[in-house]
């Protein structure tokens, strides 16, 4: 992939092909980079145009200045596309990358051709007991990374990834999160309980791990009542990071939401 830097911002962003039709931009989780989407770029590379990026204090995103923050991540986004004359894409989330994906589809609607989400919950209607408890579970995994990003990586990759080969990916990238990063994301709750979901103008695919935690197993199915039209799908034998723990069942999953021939939706 080739490596762009986006004028007037910290976001660093890259691309795999311009000839085809169609775009997909994949966000990654927190304390990651682009690189968790190392299998779906093989993959996809040869069948559609491929963007993705490094968030705001992940990866190469690290030259900031004062003001800049997790909040302005769709405005960025958005200055992508217009900068590499993208009007629409689909739109791929993982974890905190699909909190970022729903916030971006509530902001620029238009520019959507489809939307999938995976290890999070609905950001337009998130549960306040479920807020506290994540919240605390946080402070307890930011309490780690104080101490030592070592020690954090070692218990997050647990958390994030269920498969050893996973595992070890995450951690490789996890270890190599600054600590000063973790005020970037301060804002994170600005986009929570905003804004009143609308009709969609495009198909919502949702989902999680067998193994994620069972409060994310919770959040899509409280996320599935409330917009039954959606596609909900568990992937067997995988955690937190779907992508990362099946990739060739996340692949094909993606591939078949993409083109309408997913028979579980």
Known sequence: MKQYKLDKSPIVYYISGRERAEWVLFIHAAFVNHNMFRSQIKYFKNKYNILTFDIIGHGKSTETKKGDSINKMSMWINDILKKEKIEKIHI?????????????????????????????YDINNFNIKMQKENS??????????????????????????????????????NVQ??????????????????????????????????????????????WKKNEPECCLIIFDGAGHCVNMDTPNQFNAAIEEFWTGRNSKC
């Open 177 to 222: 999160f600054s600590k000063k990063s973790f005020m970037y994301l301060s804002s994170l709750g600005s986009m929570i309980n905003v804004c009143q979901t609308k009709q969609r103008m495009y198909p919502l695919l949702i989902g999680c791990g067998q193994y994620d935690i069972p409060m994310e197993r919770i959040a899509v199915e409280s």
């Open 92 to 120: 791929v989330g993982i974890s905190l990358g699909a909190v970022l994906a729903q916030d971006f589809a509530n902001r620029y609607p238009e520019i959507v051709q489809s939307l999938a989400c995976f290890g999070a």
């Open 136 to 173: 605390a579970s946080q402070k307890l995994m930011m309490l780690k990374a104080i101490f030592s990003i070592k020690w954090f990586a070692k218990s997050n990759r647990k958390i994030s990834a269920y498969t050893l080969q996973a595992q070890k990916e995450f951690y490789e990238m």
